[in-house]
Structures are given as structure tokens and as C-alpha cells.
């Protein structure tokens, strides 16, 4: 995840009104006034609609919507940046749910924002919807299940995804005529549009261990580490979640956005991992051919030398390059690459 800045023009499919000339914020406003909490369904009978299956949300799902989130996030998810054009067509995600909140029956969602264009994001499926999903954990097998291993010992399935997950510290927003309410709310999942990802999220890039684990970042600035890895279960605790990164000085909003999106399922893992291995082999390639271009130059050729220094500059712009707006997984690529400046200072 990166930050990206939101483009101010809001669509005009978010506004446009329906043949009666109500816009969708209209309608919903009417609708909602009369909602009131369904009671829980009795087993064996007919289960009642949620809020959002009664109320038709429509303009959200707008082309012009779905052009200037592309447009933003270069066709890439905005929480694990993957390109969601290679496997599925985009999910236009809601940052604050706009029908249900998981595990509130009583609150309606946040259906006046379910057309609110700063409330609209572009996710994968795997990072929208609630799926089982193989997740790697720390120990001394874990490249093993990287590598195309699959062992009960390394890794656990976990349900992961948003869907209708937004957990908060604060109280939450029920009012929709008062936004300083969702202020309020201390939301603990990372909007890169709102956030600073960088500030809660860090990545392991260990040339050693080319593993690329995202990790809560830690509150005294230590160097991350796999054992940094937010407590987790088959099912996505928040409480539990928040009280075990509380403890350990890590950030709270990034060790639960890492595990509600999902951002160490087992096919983001293998993927940000290939990127380090190639970046890493590009490094080696920049370094050797330095090396023998002053070796060549030593020997008095100083036109050869130059080729290839040209050379190793062609391809240290091309690992560059990977930390891209436009480049998958380029919040991984840039976090390597400043490390290995730092190794190239040292």
C-alpha cells in the first residue's frame, strides 16, 4: 500500500439524479429515516434483508467512477497494489461500509457515503470480499511454503478480506449530518488516500531472508522483523488484534489493516517476493559490471569502460523504475531500494 492523492473532481455519475430527478444521496436519505433495526432471525425462517439489499446503491458503480480510480491507482489495487486487471474486474470498494458494519446489526452502514466519492476506493477481490485464505507464519520452513510448498506446519488459512469489516476505537458515526463524528470514530483500517501508509506499514526486504512479509511497523523505530507479525486466528479479531500490537509497541491501524485486507496471503507473499529476487539479481549485475569497468579502464581502455558503465546505468534505472507509482507492489520496491543504498553507503 502506498499513499496516492485523491483527484478533487468528484464523477458525475455520483451525483447524476434518476428519472424522478432524486439523486441516490436523496433517495437513500428518505429511505433511511424510516430504518430501523431488524430483530434476529429465528432459525428456519426466511433470514430479512440488510440495508444495503433493501436500498439499491447503483451510482457508485458509475464508469466514470471506475475510470478515475483507475486513472489514480494505475489499474492497481489500492491496498495490496496489485493489478486487478490480470485476475478480476475491480471491485469499487467502500472505505466505510454502505450497508452493514460486521458485527453491528444495529447501525445501517454508512449509507451516505455509499456515494461519496472520497469514500470510494479500487480493490481486488481478495482484499474486498471475506475469502479463506492460505497465510504464511514465521519459522524456519517458511521459504519452503514461499516457494510453492504448502505444509500445515508453515502456515494457517485465515478468512480474510474487508467485505463489511470496519473496526474503530472511538465511538462510531450514526449521524450523517455531523462529519466531525467520523473523526471521531478513530478508524484503525489505513485509507491510502487519508493515510501515510509508510508511517504503519513495513516490509521485510533481508537479503538473507528474501521473504516479503508486510509487518506493523514498530513505535521505536526498531528494525522489523518476522516476529513482528500481528497476532491472528482463523478469523479476524480486531480487539485482539489491537490489545496484542498495544503491547508490543507496534502500530495498532497497521498490524489490523494488515490482517483485515489480507496483505500476507500466501499469492501476495510469493509475488512481492519474486520482485525482491529480481531486484536483488539486477543489484549483483549494477555492482559486477562497476567492478569491471574499472577493471578495464585499469588496462587502459577507458572507451570500453564507459559502454559499461552506460550499461550498468541502463539497468540501475530499470531497478528503479519498480518503485513507480504505476509499478506493482512498488511500496515493497522503494522500501528495498532505500536499503540498498544504505548498503552500498556502508
Known amino acids: 500500500m502506498r499513499a496516492v492523492k485523491r483527484i478533487p473532481d468528484t464523477p458525475k455519475g455520483l451525483l447524476a439524479p434518476d428519472k424522478a430527478g432524486k439523486t441516490e444521496f436523496e ?18 425462517t426466511k433470514k430479512t434483508k440488510t440495508a444495503k439489499e433493501a436500498f439499491a446503491f447503483k451510482v457508485y458503480k458509475s464508469e466514470d467512477v471506475k475510470t478515475l480510480l483507475e486513472r489514480m491507482f494505475h489499474g492497481k ?21 454502505k450497508g452493514a458494519i460486521d458485527g453491528d446489526d444495529t447501525h445501517p452502514g454508512y449509507w ?11 480493490s481486488c477481490i481478495d482484499c474486498n470480499r471475506k475469502r479463506k485464505q492460505t497465510t504464511p507464519v514465521p519459522s524456519d520452513k517458511l521459504l519452503a511454503l514461499v516457494e510453492g510448498e504448502r505444509t500445515k506446519s508453515n502456515s494457517r488459512v485465515m478468512n480474510t478480506g474487508k467485505k463489511d469489516t470496519f473496526p474503530v476505537a472511538g465511538p462510531r458515526a450514526t449521524d450523517y449530518t455531523k462529519a466531525e463524528q467520523l473523526t471521531g470514530e478513530k478508524a484503525l483500517l489505513l485509507d491510502p488516500c487519508r ?9 521485510l526486504t533481508d537479503p538473507d531472508h528474501l521473504i516479503s512479509l508486510v509487518l506493523p511497523r514498530a513505535e521505536t523505530g526498531a528494525a522489523v522483523d518476522p516476529a513482528l507479525l500481528p497476532a491472528a486466528g482463523a478469523e479476524v479479531n480486531a480487539a485482539a488484534i489491537v490489545a496484542d500490537a498495544t ?3 507496534l502500530s495498532v491501524r ?14 501476495l507473499v510469493q509475488s512481492r517476493t519474486r520482485l525482491l529476487r529480481r ?3 539486477l543489484a549483483d549485475i549494477v555492482v559486477e559490471l562497476h567492478d569491471i569497468a574499472e577493471q578495464v579502464r585499469g588496462s587502459g581502455n577507458a572507451p570500453v569502460a ?22 506493482p507492489h512498488s511500496a515493497v520496491a522503494a522500501t528495498w531500494l532505500r536499503r540498498f543504498e544504505d548498503r552500498l553507503k556502508a
Open 27 to 44: 433517495r437513500a436519505t428518505a429511505f433511511f429515516k424510516t430504518w430501523k433495526p431488524k430483530p434476529p432471525t429465528p432459525k428456519g
Open 77 to 97: 489495487c489500492a491496498y495490496c497494489e496489485s493489478f486487478y486487471s490480470d485476475t478480476a474486474p475491480v471491485d469499487i470498494e467502500h472505505y466505510r461500509p
Open 112 to 122: 451516505w457515503l455509499a456515494m461519496d466519492w472520497n469514500n470510494l476506493l479500487p
Open 195 to 203: 493515510d501515510n501508509p509508510d508511517d504503519h506499514l513495513d516490509f
Open 247 to 249: 503491547a508490543r509497541k
Open 254 to 267: 497497521g498490524a489490523v489493516s494488515i490482517q483485515v485486507y489480507g496483505l500476507n496471503r500466501l499469492a
Open 279 to 281: 531486484l536483488e539479481f
Open 306 to 327: 564507459k559502454r559499461i558503465e552506460q550499461l550498468a546505468d541502463r539497468v540501475a534505472a530499470e531497478i528503479r523504475s519498480a518503485a513507480e507509482p504505476q509499478e
